[in-house]
């Protein structure tokens, strides 16, 4: 089974921090994705990665960066964590477009 | 642009069956998922669909018709464990990543 190990569960940060949120896969998938659930909103995507070095802007990505070194690993930054970004924020990777992508549990995000 | 659609929430009864409906309008297509997510957990991967018609997985099946934008999910002999989410995603063949809808919470009553 996909494995994707999202680095905390919880999280409580304060507004103006750099916040880093770590992702790991452990089937050699090629693709991983950030995204951020808010009720009503759905999943929204932030970035996604293609392979290792490379990173493409989803829908959201302002307020955000993101850094792939190793193919089993997709970082997530706040680079000055504001209010408007306390949500739930969930990692996915896949292989090839054919496939479904698999999640990690998810980080609760609170900025205070 | 991209526009997916589904009802925000449901109720049925334990043993009943339920339709879910997804409606999409989007740039481009290149297949439909369907994930079950229940509260405070990742969601997980119910089933897919990239040509017109029905595929059927036990007690759970989808549809699909391009040429209406249109899918439903179909939950039979519903249990209680079945109340959750269930999020409609479509693929976009041009980034080749999916576009979710908001998700309906489905709420199975005794």
């Known amino acids: 089974d996909v494995k994707v190990t999202q680095s905390s569960r919880y999280l409580v940060k304060r507004t103006g921090e750099k916040v880093f949120l770590e992702c790991v896969q452990d089937?050699?998938?090629?693709?991983m994705f950030w995204y951020r659930q808010d009720p009503g909103l759905g999943l929204r995507l932030i970035y996604f990665s293609y392979d290792v070095k490379m990173k493409e802007k989803g829908d959201i990505p302002e307020g955000y960066s993101v850094s792939r070194e190793k193919k089993e690993r997709f970082s997530l930054i706040l680079e000055s964590a504001s209010t408007n970004q306390t949500s739930m924020y969930l990692c996915?990777?896949?292989?090839?477009?054919?496939?479904?992508?698999?999640f990690g549990d998810g980080t609760r995000l609170s900025i205070l | 642009g991209q526009n997916i659609d589904q009802p925000t929430e449901m109720t049925a009864t334990e043993g009943a069956i339920v339709q879910i409906n997804c409606t999409y309008q989007?740039?481009?297509?290149?297949?439909l998922f369907w994930y079950q997510q229940h509260a405070g957990e990742a969601p997980t991967f119910l089933s897919y669909n990239v040509l017109d018609g029905l595929e059927e997985k036990g007690r759970f099946s989808s549809f699909l018709s391009r040429s209406k934008g249109y899918s439903y999910l179909l939950l039979k002999e519903l249990q209680m464990k079945d109340s959750a989410s269930y999020l409609c995603a479509v693929r976009d063949p041009r980034d080749n990543d999916m576009r979710f809808g908001a998700g309906t919470r489905l709420t199975v009553k005794p």
């Open positions: 089937m050699d998938h090629e693709n």
């Open positions: 989007t740039s481009g297509f290149n297949g």
């Open positions: 996915a990777s896949r292989s090839n477009s054919n496939q479904p992508q698999h």
